[in-house]
């Protein structure tokens, strides 16, 4: 099993800490099979803060994502729809075990230089 390092905007992030937030949105895939994830928060915090274990893996026409994932999104419809505008597949991590770090963490305790565009294996 992998573990990816996310880059995600502090807003997203508190509401995954909050738990009302139990899906993170991606447009593409990993190719390998991923379990955990490790939340960098971007600008300002600039700072690793998490991590939470990956239930299940769930790919599908926006539609039908959306379908599955509303109750737990944390988003609006609306950004939903504006994220994946003219994709015919998109990406969502279903969220369990979520722990933020009591410390903040760098990058550079990961060996990371700069954070992921999309996501990075660690």
């Not at 609006?76 to 015919?88: A, C, L, M, V, W």
Request: hydrophobic fraction near 35%; charged fraction near 30%; aromatic fraction near 14%.
């Amino acid at each position: 099993m992998n573990t990816i390092l996310l880059s995600i905007n502090p807003e997203h992030l508190d509401k995954i800490f909050e738990g009302t937030k139990t899906f993170e949105f991606r447009k593409v895939s990993c190719k390998r099979e991923v379990s955990h994830i490790v939340f960098y928060c971007t600008f300002p915090v600039m700072k690793v803060l998490g991590e939470a274990e990956v239930d299940e893996i769930i790919e599908d026409h926006p539609d039908g994502l959306w379908e599955i994932t509303s109750e737990g999104a944390g988003i609006s419809k609306t950004f939903f729809d504006e994220y994946y505008n003219g994709r015919s597949k998109g990406v969502a991590f279903s969220l369990k075990n979520v722990t933020r770090f009591e410390d903040e963490k760098e990058l550079s305790d990961y060996d990371v230089s700069a954070p992921p565009q999309s996501f990075a294996y660690l």
